[in-house]
């Protein structure tokens, strides 16, 4: 059973400030494995060949599992995998053994193990974040995917009566989480480059405590192809947002699926042969993360290989400080346990010598960002040609991710109703536009055959005690968006694109 | 906010003709369970997906032509061999492969393994595990939801069942990782009195009967209990047992968190050659299991939970909660805002291993029984080894385990020197002999002799009800010791743990 162990050269917070005061009640009282005394008096003990009769672990040679091979698209192709792999399809297979040489053998990948995860994987993962992400000073925890990591740091600082902080629209997946034990959000306000800073501070500065309860500490944001507004905060926006954390001791919670779908960046250059090379063009098409400059570690970022490899492969992983890290591999080891050994095994041959190796992974990548941004450019075209004549709706093109985010001119429609009244709560719509937006979602799923997710499925709802009273549009005369997902085929966008020309001008034109 | 109704609920096991819809079972459930909202996102999903023809822009789901893998082969032991596990072991026995595909017919397409489902987890596989449960114990009325495991599905029942500041029932020696995940969540734990065959009902009953809310909270609703190869004491209770702990739950209104990871690992069953041979493995082992809590759960109060790390491996990191359909969607809901469904490599290779071009299922009973073999030959080893190095010299015992993996290895210590029995209690209530002191001396002199087993105290639950009449450190005189070492672990170990005893007593 292998204990928990944090590099050596890394000094205990070499710059790091302390941020333990952010942990909720829960993550404070969590006790480390019980065992944890046992194992330090068993692992200072100088006798070398200790016989263990203490756990309750089947022997390897039990586990039914002499081999396992995954068929992979060849990265041969260095231009295109992606492609190749839709029409060729030719095939590399790689494999985990039990009894011969591989990156992670079939015997310690199916042990129990604990924290962070088994070592193979976490330190073929960590490399990969170092080279691609060059955190200051942070460590690696294996996760079952994002919303398995974010939900666990959601437990970690959040409590009932906290308030967290995030895109006014947002993705409830996830922000329903922890309303279930009393948390609740505090939506900010956002352009078409996501939050607004300036906005994120006056919430900070105008926030009153006697009422409201602890001013918010944690910032919930996905910063490349928001969801669901598909936005992308810009290098400048992010140094204004990481300062204002510092100001306000707030932590960031970097939720980024969507990293690596950047579009209408720089072309690598792949006939680089030279696997260096390639890689350092490729970082360079990258946008620096909150990670990147996390220099107190109040950052948590948390990256998935959901949208990437697969979402069925519930695997993914959260870089953070220290004292975070060990928090969030105590409360793992007390919940779900680190990840699958399919999973760990899968992604460290991948990554390894004998699979795609870090740069064939970037080459896979490259190549699916450049197939996103195909049927970017196609729906955008069938836009443009079926929904915009109509003058109803419009779109701008988002800089990464896999949606778009459709603005419905609701005041063009007959029934569009505009109160004009003044005093009352600054929170309550004056329009009837969220009742539109609803009625042309079902309009259009019902009728045409098409979903799209109305804005009001990621509305924050808003507190007369946290919004400014002048001059604040409710966000419910602002919910005026639909969200188009791109990932489908060819087919779908096409069609999609033409029934929501077609519904759009039954909708307006009844 | 648009919230859309789910249309269908989980999927039901096989209906035996009880009827439960009218009981109430939320009532049991957490404020934080019962405040929690559905997946706004998966029911509209769900929704889109009754009309044919729907064009679903709502979802970020990556098509299945970008998943970068479109097979994954497993390589297994071949299940024909008289003996799989041994001919496993010795590499003597034939291999086969099973298979998923992306693009080929299989079991369980990798097309829907690798999309993202429900937290309950595919139809395919819950079906299939649910069809083994009705096998084995026939369960009155049951829904399957599938697990990361039994950590990850106790530590989720948990949430579900439990608010801060209630208690939970638990035997006083148990799988204390566990019981120290509910700490944090303001649960407090109450030890039941054990004796050599496990939970002693009749304690129950007097903690139960004798509870005073007035001084200590709400009265205990849940008992967390590991029937088979209890963790630490390797004992399994009786039916006769079982069905007096059903009794008193019942009576008390008790939800039952049946953790039974050690169910197939049963020794000394006397399977039938003559019904394998009739009816299959599973039937044949069906009729000399025991009887789970589940078998008998005509109130719907049990959530069963069975896990593949002891029967497979522990990175299999996949298992099954079967409990009433109340709580399998309430369970189901948490998972939906947490971890997720499980790993699709995972269901894909339980999906295709029950499957026709896999072992199915009478094959996994017969694996299974395989493996039991093997364990028992190491369980007999250890007691003989036992009963030449270490019983002879009367300063430890053992009892025979029925099934699991744990010896709970009795250490003798009145007939130690330095062993007092009337020692003033440092608090009130607290112990009355050096029982720990002494037992931590030996554990490190076992150590420094270049052997670990696990002590009693780490398992050990201190009574905080203040009437259970003894401190349980004057309890702790066990080590927990397994057997699922080498044999050559085994002979070294006991040889040692003999000697050491030797040296400690005299």
């Known amino acids: 059973m292998e204990e928990q162990r944090i590099d050596d050269n890394v000094t205990s917070n070499n710059g790091v400030i302390d941020l333990s005061h952010h942990l909720s009640d829960e993550a404070r009282n969590r006790l480390a494995n019980p065992l944890k005394d046992i194992m330090r008096v068993i692992s200072e003990c100088p ?20 081999q396992i091979m995954y068929g992979l698209p060849s990265v041969q192709d260095p231009s295109d995998p992606v492609t190749s792999w839709n029409n060729s399809g030719r095939t590399q297979m790689i494999h985990s053994y039990r009894d011969q040489e591989c990156a992670l053998p079939i015997r310690n990948a199916f042990q ?17 974040t170092n080279l691609i992400f060059a955190p200051p000073n942070h460590h690696v925890m294996l996760t079952f995917g994002n919303s398995d990591g974010l939900t666990k740091v959601f437990r970690l600082f959040g409590q009932k009566g906290d308030h967290f902080l995030t895109d006014e629209f947002s993705f409830p997946g996830m922000t329903n989480c922890p309303l279930a034990y009393g948390v609740k959000w505090v939506g900010v306000k956002m352009d078409s480059g996501g939050i607004i800073p300036e906005e994120l501070e006056k919430v900070l500065i105008r926030w009153d405590e006697a009422k409201l309860g602890r001013r918010p500490r944690l910032l919930y944001t996905v910063p490349v192809g ?3 507004t598909g936005s992308t905060l810009s290098v400048d926006r992010r140094k204004k947002i990481y300062a204002i954390a510092q100001t306000w001791d707030l932590i960031i919670a970097e939720d980024d699926p969507y990293y690596f779908l950047r579009y209408d960046v720089p072309q690598t250059n792949c006939a680089s042969a030279d696997p260096d090379e390639f890689i350092k063009n490729f970082t360079s098409t990258l946008i620096p993360t909150f990670l990147s400059m996390d220099v107190d570690g109040r950052v948590i970022r948390l990256d998935t290989f959901s949208k990437v490899l697969a979402p069925g492969m519930r695997l993914g992983w959260i870089t953070s400080n220290k004292l975070f890290h060990l928090k969030l591999g105590e409360y793992t080891d007390s919940s779900t346990q680190p990840p699958h050994a399919f999973g760990q095994m899968f992604v460290t041959e991948m990554l390894s010598e004998h699979g795609w190796k870090i740069e064939g992974f970037c080459r896979w990548l490259r190549s699916l960002r450049l197939e996103y941004q195909n049927r970017l450019d196609l729906l955008l075209d069938v836009f443009q040609r079926e929904v915009e004549p109509t003058g109803y709706a419009s779109v701008k093109r988002p800089e990464a991710g896999m949606f778009v985010w459709i603005e419905v001119f609701f005041e063009k429609h007959p029934r569009f109703v505009h109160e004009r009244c003044s005093g009352g709560s600054p929170v309550v719509a004056r329009t009837n536009t969220e009742c539109l937006l609803k009625e042309l979602f079902e309009r259009l799923m019902n009728t045409q055959g098409v979903v799209f997710l109305p804005a009001s499925t990621f509305a924050i709802p808003e507190n007369a005690l946290w919004v400014e009273s002048d001059g604040h549009v409710p966000l419910s005369d602002r919910t005026r968006f639909l969200r188009a997902a791109f990932a489908g085929t060819e087919d779908m966008i096409e069609k999609g694109m033409i029934r929501l020309g077609k519904g759009l001008r039954e909708f307006f034109q009844e | 906010m648009v919230f859309l109704p789910s249309t269908a609920s989980a999927t039901s096991a096989v209906d035996v003709g009880l009827k439960r819809s009218h009981v109430d079972y939320s ?26 023809g729907t064009i679903n822009m709502g979802n970020g789901d990556p098509h299945h032509t970008l998943y970068p893998i479109c097979e994954v082969n497993f390589v297994v032991p071949s299940i024909d061999e008289h003996d799989p596990v041994q001919s496993w072991r010795s590499g003597t026995g034939e291999q086969n492969i099973i298979s998923s595909y992306k693009d080929e017919p299989c079991a369980l397409s990798l097309r829907t393994a690798f999309a993202y489902g429900a937290g309950a987890g595919l139809k395919d596989v819950r079906d299939a595990l649910a069809d083994l449960n009705d096998r084995i114990h026939s369960p009155p009325n049951h829904t399957v939801s599938l697990s990361l495991g039994n950590a990850d599905a106790l530590t989720k029942c948990f949430r579900l069942l439990g608010d801060p500041g209630d208690s939970f029932l638990c035997e006083e020696f148990t799988f204390s990782a566990m019981t120290n995940a509910a700490l944090p969540l303001g649960i407090e734990w109450v030890p039941i009195r054990m004796d050599n065959n496990g939970l002693v009902p009749s304690d129950l009953e007097r903690i139960l009967s004798n509870w005073d809310e007035a001084k200590q909270g709400k009265r205990p609703h849940v008992l967390y209990t590991i029937p088979c190869s209890q963790n630490p004491t390797g004992s399994t209770l009786s039916l006769e047992r079982r069905q007096q702990i059903y009794q008193i739950a019942h009576d008390w209104d008790i939800i039952i968190l049946e953790d039974d990871p050690y169910f197939f690992l049963q020794y000394d069953l006397g399977v039938s050659q003559s019904t394998i041979q ?33 029967i497979v491996a522990p990175g299999m990191r996949l298992g099954w909660v079967t409990s009433n359909s109340y709580f399998a969607d309430k369970l189901d809901m948490l998972t939906d805002s947490s971890s997720q469904h499980p790993h699709g490599m995972g269901q894909a290779f339980v999906a295709e291993l029950l499957g026709s071009n896999g072992w199915g299922v009478d094959g996994f009973m017969k694996w299974i029984l395989s493996l039991c073999n093997e364990y028992q030959r190491r369980r007999d080893l250890f007691m003989d080894v036992f009963r030449q190095k270490v019983a002879t010299s009367g300063f430890a015992t053992a009892e025979v385990p029925q099934s699991g993996m744990f010896v709970w290895i009795k250490i003798n210590l009145e007939h130690h020197a330095r062993f007092s029995a009337s020692q003033t209690p440092t608090v009130p209530g607290g112990p009355t002999t050096n029982t720990a002191d002494l037992m931590d001396e030996l554990f490190r002199k076992l150590l420094n002799n270049g052997l670990v087993m696990m002590p009693a105290s780490t398992f050990a639950i201190a009574d905080r009800t203040g009437m259970m009449g003894s401190h349980i450190n004057d309890r702790v005189n066990f080590f927990r010791a397994t057997f699922v070492g080498t044999d050559e672990t085994i002979r070294n170990g006991l040889a040692t743990f003999g000697r050491t005893l030797e040296e400690f007593f005299l």
């Open chain 2, 278 to 310: 009739q009816y299959g493995h599973t039937r044949a082992m069906a009729e000399v299991l025991p009887r789970s809590f589940l078998s008998m759960d005509y109130d719907g109060r049990v959530m069963r939970l069975d896990s593949f790390s002891k």
């Open chain 1, 112 to 128: 129990y193990s604990r924290a962070a995860g088994l070592v193979q994987c976490k330190d073929a993962i960590t490399d990969f």
């Open chain 1, 47 to 66: 006798v070398t060949d200790l016989i263990t009769m203490a756990n309750g672990d089947p022997h390897h040679s039990l586990y039914p599992f002499q």
């Open chain 2, 27 to 52: 009532r049991y459930l957490s404020a934080e369970a019962r405040s929690r909202l559905p997946n706004p996102i998966k029911s509209i999903w769900k929704v889109a997906q009754v009309k044919p």
């Open chain 1, 226 to 228: 928001q969801n669901p």
